[in-house]
């Protein structure tokens, strides 16, 4: 199964922000990192999710594991739902790109085991 770790970093909350993607399970472990407009460390997070999920929509990795130390996109994604209303049209996008995979599974790690895809957030920063 591929591993997909997320994270979503703010220097503020709002600020500055990075998406870091660290995929492994594959031949080569994958290391993307994102400078994002200014937003909410939250809204950083499922910026993550939705460019990790489009990575692997466009490249056929069709049966992943996503890992993010982020309890409010674990939640959001397994309820289907959000009060969030900034958070709504990033759970409609990411749910629809997810519809396209074969197998999708998501499981929230503390931030000790997300350090990679942390490290890559936070150097995306500007």
């Not at 990575?55 to 739902?81: G, H, P, Q």
Request: a neutral charge; proline letters at 5%.
């Amino acid at each position: 199964m591929i591993e997909v770790y997320i994270d979503g970093a703010s220097k503020g909350n709002p600020g500055p922000s990075g998406a870091g993607i660290f995929i492994k399970g594959i031949k080569e472990p994958v290391f993307l990192s994102f400078p994002l407009d200014s937003m909410s460390n939250h809204e950083a997070e499922f910026h993550a999710l939705l460019l990790a999920l489009d990575y692997c929509v466009k490249n056929n990795l069709a049966m992943v594991s996503f890992r993010t130390d982020s309890k409010v996109v674990e939640e959001s994604i397994d309820k289907k739902y959000s009060k969030n209303e900034l958070f709504i049209p990033l759970l409609e996008k990411s749910l629809k790109l997810i519809n396209q995979l074969d197998l999708f599974f998501i499981k929230w790690i503390p931030s000790s085991a997300n350090k990679v895809a942390d490290e890559l957030a936070r150097k995306a920063i500007k």
